[in-house]
């Protein structure tokens, strides 16, 4: 009996390994396709039967960066770096306090935080259009940070607000026992527990930021330009790049992966926290 009851794992094993290798494959065949599509020549592009040998060439390479699309996903990265590390230093205290304090309209408050997030984009950019052509952000890095910070802070302070109700009140009262102060207990008690949960929940901010087309297209320009605003440009009127367009959506997919990679192991845990806990 037990015998056939290890046999049956063994199967059930194989199949949802089997499984997972064909997801994974399915997933993963269009980046591999996109990856051929940059060193593939124009006449072999979409030939038809599909030309899977062919001389790869460099040329989509040299007008990518002939036309400057480094310097958009240079733009890209630090403003979205710098973007989320101002979210995570305001919006951090801001959950926190959420969390632990009462507050005369606290609730209401926080709805109308929430609410700033779920609002459509296109409600927001328009007076951010406005409010910036007059007092001179438009097409600036500060104007396009302030505009990226709206949009994240709120779902960052709604999501750690989640994880600092979790955290165990009675470690923050023994520490106000022994006498530290409310930042003492905020930096040596409440920060090192919430360290996975911030990192998880900033790298989905950054994600955010990374993608985000409307509010870099209407309130960025010639001075100011990300990678998502710099994309289109590659639709001509002789037709698509469609080389030169593989070229910067594998360069785009680069600097979330290595976010992520580097900061696997904090989001992991993070994003378990929640899910346990929340």
């Not at 007059?134 to 505009?147: I, N, Y």
């Not at 785009?252 to 696997?264: E, R």
Request: charge should be positive; aromatic fraction near 14%; include cysteine.
């Amino acid at each position: 009996m037990a015998e056939i009851t290890e046999r049956s794992r063994g199967r059930s094993g194989l199949f949802w390994t089997a499984a997972v290798v064909v997801y994974a494959l399915i997933v993963l065949f269009p980046i591999f396709w996109m990856a051929t599509m940059m060193v593939k020549p124009n006449d072999a592009m979409f030939a038809r039967p599909t030309q899977w040998l062919f001389t790869p060439t460099l040329d989509h390479f040299a007008y990518v960066i002939e036309q400057g699309f480094h310097w958009s996903l240079l733009t890209s990265f630090v403003l979205c770096t710098v973007s989320t590390a101002l979210v995570v230093l305001i919006g951090t205290p801001a959950a926190y306090a959420f969390a632990r304090f009462e507050m005369k309209g606290k609730d209401d408050l926080f709805l109308f935080i929430l609410g700033s997030r779920m609002a459509p984009p296109v409600c927001l950019v328009i007076p951010f259009y406005l409010i910036y052509a007059k007092v001179g952000l438009l097409d600036s890095f500060l104007g396009l940070t302030l505009a990226y910070m709206t949009f994240n802070l709120s779902f960052y302070v709604w999501v750690l607000r989640s994880f600092c109700r979790d955290l165990p009140v009675e470690l923050e009262e023994a520490a106000a026992l022994e006498g530290w102060s409310r930042v003492q207990i905020f930096r040596r008690v409440v920060f090192p527990l919430l360290r996975n949960g911030i990192v998880a929940t900033a790298v989905l901010c950054f994600i955010f930021a990374w993608n985000e087309f409307l509010f870099a297209f209407m309130l960025g320009g010639s001075s100011v330009t990300t990678l998502p605003v710099s994309i289109p440009k590659l639709i001509t009127s002789q037709g698509v790049r469609w080389g030169e367009m593989a070229v910067v959506g594998m360069t785009a997919l680069v600097p979330v992966l290595a976010v992520v990679f580097v900061l696997q192991r904090h989001i992991v845990r993070g994003l378990t926290l929640g899910a346990v806990k929340g």
